[in-house]
T-cell receptor, first 115, second 113 residues
Framework: GAVVSQHPSRVICKSGTSVKIECRSL??????MFWYRQFPKQSLMLMATSNEGSKATYEQGVEKDKFLINHASLTLSTLTVTSAHPEDSSFYIC???????????FGQGTRLTVV | AQSVTQLDSQVPVFEEAPVELRCNYSSSVSVYLFWYVQYPNQGLQLLLKYLSGSTLVESINGFEAEFNKSQTSFHLRKPSVHISDTAEYFCAVSKNQGGKLIFGQGTELSVKP
């Protein structure tokens, strides 16, 4: 199957700093990428949908100025958590797919801890 | 709007016993259905999917799920579980090709020796 690589797998940052998470499709061109967050023992909540070359579409309640998403190429999307706070600590997961394929492929996830 | 309900948050079973993880969905349009498995601190792996055609779908590791349109269900079953099946299982639905996934709350399957 197609491979999606997410980096880093784990990051610890200080409160007030920004963190960038990368999501790469390694063997296909991802026309659409999705970003999810998952709190412990909970399900995945969609944060935003990004299409290559256009602005991301954010779900209700997700602050677009805090969670900056860039999808500048067909193989890379980035999520930047700006001015991170401890409540932003979570597991962030990306997925990617190409047009016409209903199956999304998931990255390994990034454990963000803000101290 | 679509929604997905996984009726059991935790399912403890003994090794080699059968298991069923329940999933019900609601949607006013046709949907695609998926089961994913998540091991601790890892991303999601696709177990199986229903897009169209045969309502019974199977995975390579012995799991199967049946799409039941009248009951709006997509329950996951395995006739004999292994210790290695211990993980979190998520049912998900999308309403069109390339659409976003709506996830259920997850079911923690715990297989005991």
């Amino acid at each position: 199957g197609a491979v999606v690589s997410q980096h880093p797998s784990r990051v610890i940052c200080k409160s007030g700093t920004s963190v960038k998470i990368e999501c790469r499709s390694l063997d296909f061109q991802a026309t659409t990428m999705f970003w999810y967050r998952q709190f412990p023992k909970q399900s995945l909540m969609l944060m935003a949908t990004s299409n290559e070359g256009s602005k991301a579409t954010y779900e209700q309640g997700v602050e677009k100025d805090k969670f900056l998403i860039n999808h500048a190429s067909l193989t890379l999307s980035t999520l930047t958590v700006t001015s991170a706070h401890p409540e932003d600590s979570s597991f962030y997961i990306c997925s990617a797919l190409w047009t016409g394929n209903p199956e999304a492929f998931f990255g390994q996830g990034t454990r963000l801890t803000v101290v | 709007a679509q929604s997905v309900t996984q009726l059991d948050s935790q399912v403890p079973v003994f090794e080699e016993a059968p298991v069923e993880l329940r999933c019900n969905y609601s949607s006013s349009v046709s949907v695609y259905l998926f089961w994913y498995v998540q091991y601790p601190n890892q991303g999601l792996q696709l177990l199986l999917k229903y897009l169209s055609g045969s309502t019974l779908v199977e995975s390579i590791n012995g799991f199967e799920a049946e799409f039941n349109k009248s009951q709006t269900s997509f329950h996951l079953r395995k006739p004999s579980v292994h210790i290695s099946d211990t993980a979190e299982y998520f049912c998900a639905v999308s309403k069109n090709q390339g659409g976003k996934l709506i996830f259920g709350q997850g079911t923690e399957l715990s297989v005991k020796p």
